[in-house]
């Protein structure tokens, strides 16, 4: 495995000094993602969360809540809720207003309101494992004990920090705002329509006038946006799709979208790593601890 990774290092080195080549063509072509820099207008939403913790399933839903005429797919999703990391500036000042931005930063000062999902780090944990296994940055067979300790440090991702460090960041500015919406990954699965309407009336609030909410139309948004139909469109749509064509086509992106199945991928050592670098902000936000868990199976038998 030290192999690969000095493998992987120096073909890092070589990647960074083309997509330094690279980076400069496309600011003289006016096409360079506007990233952090993009421009910042006051009736702006950034969907905002960690990596691997919903924001795709997200963007379908609102994707389709806001235009369920024409559903959301991976080759239009990037004109419904475009992505910052994937858009010049001057296409993402082009859109209408109020617009709707996805976005992994840690707490920006400058963002007006933000919808942030927070996913239980552990289920992010297998979750991200497997990411960097689509994306090549990892071998199939990659030790998940060996991954989880990078994943906690950030040494796979660090432009957006930690799990801890991306979700303490937005909690401790933020949280309690009118401006700011906190969404758990685990209660949109629980209850589709209901977190949906949630974020409609948001988007209400921030000037989306047109957005839908009867009861037809969020079952309809949560129809198109369900997992099933998302793997099949990612089938049919990958290679059209700017983030998804660079990756590995045999291994999905949509995979289980499952809570709780870091019960059976992680091991009782990973586990205890990530609970003990974020076991109470894990507990702030309704997360049990695994010893917590046991308990509670132990009081059921």
């Known amino acids: 495995m030290g192999q690969f990774l000095n493998r992987h290092l120096k073909n890092k080195t070589v990647r960074g000094t083309l997509d330094t080549v690279a980076t400069s063509v496309r600011v003289l072509t006016g096409r360079e993602a506007a990233g952090r820099k993009a421009t910042i207008f006051p009736d702006d939403v950034y969907l905002t969360s960690y990596p691997r913790s919903g924001n795709t399933w997200a963007r379908f839903l609102l994707g389709n809540l806001l235009n369920l005429d024409a559903p959301a797919t991976f080759t239009n999703i990037e004109s419904r ?3 910052i990391y994937f858009n010049p500036d001057h296409v993402l000042r082009s ?58 440090s950030a040494r796979y991702d660090p432009p ?39 974020i409609a009336r948001f988007l209400q609030e921030a000037g989306f006038t047109g957005i839908a909410v009867s009861p037809e139309k969020l079952a309809r948004a949560v129809e198109l946006s369900t997992p099933e139909r998302m793997r099949a469109l990612e089938k049919q749509q990958s290679r059209q799709n700017r983030q998804l064509r660079r990756t590995r086509q045999d291994k999905p992106f949509i995979r289980g979208a499952k809570s709780g199945g870091w019960q059976s991928d992680l091991s009782p050592q990973s586990v205890t790593l990530i609970e003990n670098a974020w076991g109470s902000t894990m507990q702030t936000l309704g997360y049990p601890l695994s010893h917590t868990l046991q308990e509670a199976e132990v009081t059921r038998l």
């Open 81 to 83: 809720v475009p992505e």
């Open 160 to 198: 957006w920090g930690s799990w801890g460090d991306n979700v303490m960041s937005w909690m401790a500015m933020r949280q309690g705002r009118s401006s700011f919406m906190l969404l758990r990954y685990e209660d949109m699965q629980e209850n589709t329509p209901r977190e949906l309407l949630k």
């Open 95 to 152: 859109l209408p207003r109020p617009r709707l931005l996805k976005s992994h930063e840690a707490f920006h000062p400058n963002y007006p309101r933000v919808i942030y999902i927070v996913r239980d780090p552990r289920d992010v944990a297998v979750s991200f494992y497997h990411h960097n296994v689509k994306a090549g940055i990892i071998p199939d067979d990659y030790p998940m004990d060996e991954f989880i300790p990078g994943f906690v």
